[in-house]
């Protein structure tokens, strides 16, 4: 299983930026997929997940990011993404992948720095 995140980078407050995550070693179309996030003193924290299944499976976003942040996920490419807009200071941290198959994986993380 491999998963890798990209995308990240310094922004601006009220920015936006895409990231992805390409999986592999697995059938991707048959797992929820995850985003979390760590900010530096801080306990990683869930920030999204989509359902296995089609493009538009099912999805959950943390309250802290709803309505500014979307996941969704390309099973033909086996990548999935978290477009995120209106970005805010409190958004900086490195942004991990993970998917659970009977233990968790995760990829390497990818930095969001949101500053002026």
């Known amino acids: 299983v491999q998963l890798v995140e990209s995308g990240g980078g310094l922004v601006q407050p009220g920015g936006s930026l895409r990231l992805s995550c390409a999986a592999s070693?697995?059938?991707?179309?048959?797992?929820?997929m995850r985003w979390y996030r760590q900010a530096p003193g801080k306990e990683r924290e869930l920030v999204a997940v989509?359902?296995?299944?089609?493009?538009?499976?099912?999805?959950y976003h943390a309250d802290s990011v709803k309505g500014r942040f979307t996941i969704s996920r390309d099973n033909g490419k086996n990548t999935v993404y978290l477009q995120m807009n209106s970005l805010k200071p409190d958004d900086t941290a490195v942004y991990y992948c993970n998917v659970v198959l009977i233990v968790n994986y995760w990829g390497q993380g990818t930095q969001v720095t949101v500053s002026s």
């Open positions: 989509i359902s296995s299944g089609g493009s538009g499976g099912s999805t």
């Open positions: 070693g697995f059938t991707f179309s048959s797992y929820a």
